[in-house]
């Protein structure tokens, strides 16, 4: 009999994931994606000096959360495209491209193994679209056309797997 130090490890793998989006009036909407990029936050690193100090001492600054883009094959479901389509509206009618409140929503990256359940959830706080892309038009091409939206955020979160 051999002695276990330790746990063993469980790496996630990158099956699939869905989004789930908070629709505003029309309820929620979900959608498949085959593409997400990372998710990042930056904590910047203050330094100051007191008094001749040699080392400086250090603390957390501001955070910067990276853009987040979703790619998937194109489908006739028109809810991103509409949402950032309102975005786009209120930023024209408003003449100088403020974005009202009511138009960020919250939304769920869910992360699935292969069987369907859930790995993680990652919440994802007053998201809005500034980028579609209705992809690579090319008849001569074999691909799928694949579109993409482009979505900035205040913050993120892993939330809990209820057990």
Same mark, same amino acid.
């Given at each position: 009999?051999? +002695?276990?130090?330790?746990?063993?490890?469980?790496?996630?793998?990158? $099956?699939?994931?869905?989004?789930?989006?908070?629709?505003?009036?029309?309820?929620?909407? @979900?959608?498949? $994606?085959? =593409?997400?990029?990372? /998710?990042?936050?930056? #904590?910047?690193? #203050?330094? @100051?000096?007191?008094?001749?100090?040699? +080392?400086?001492? =250090?603390?957390?600054?501001?955070?910067? $959360?990276?853009?987040?883009? /979703?790619?998937?094959?194109?489908?006739?479901?028109?809810?991103?495209?509409?949402?950032?389509?309102?975005? &786009?509206?209120?930023?024209?009618?408003?003449?100088?491209?403020?974005?009202?409140?009511?138009? =960020?929503?919250? /939304?769920?990256?869910?992360?699935?193994?292969?069987?369907?359940?859930?790995?993680?959830?990652?919440?994802?706080?007053?998201?809005?679209?500034? =980028? $579609?892309?209705?992809?690579?038009?090319?008849?001569?091409?074999?691909? &799928?056309?694949?579109?993409? #939206?482009?979505?900035?955020?205040? @913050?993120?979160?892993?939330?809990?797997?209820?057990?």
């Amino acid at each position: 009999m051999g +002695i276990v130090i330790g746990q063993a490890r469980t790496f996630m793998k990158k $099956f699939a994931f869905r989004i789930e989006l908070d629709g505003g009036a029309g309820g929620p909407v @979900y959608a498949g $994606f085959s =593409k997400c990029s990372e /998710l990042s936050v930056e #904590v910047a690193n #203050v330094q @100051y000096w007191e008094g001749g100090g040699l +080392i400086p001492n =250090k603390s957390p600054g501001r955070l910067t $959360f990276a853009d987040v883009t /979703l790619e998937r094959g194109a489908t006739v479901d028109r809810a991103l495209y509409d949402w950032l389509n309102e975005v &786009v509206s209120l930023a024209a009618g408003s003449g100088i491209g403020l974005t009202d409140p009511a138009y =960020k929503r919250n /939304l769920d990256i869910v992360q699935l193994d292969r069987d369907g359940a859930v790995q993680r959830r990652w919440s994802i706080y007053n998201a809005w679209p500034t =980028k $579609f892309v209705a992809g690579e038009w090319d008849a001569n091409a074999d691909e &799928v056309l694949i579109e993409s #939206v482009t979505l900035t955020y205040d @913050y993120f979160e892993l939330s809990p797997l209820a057990r």
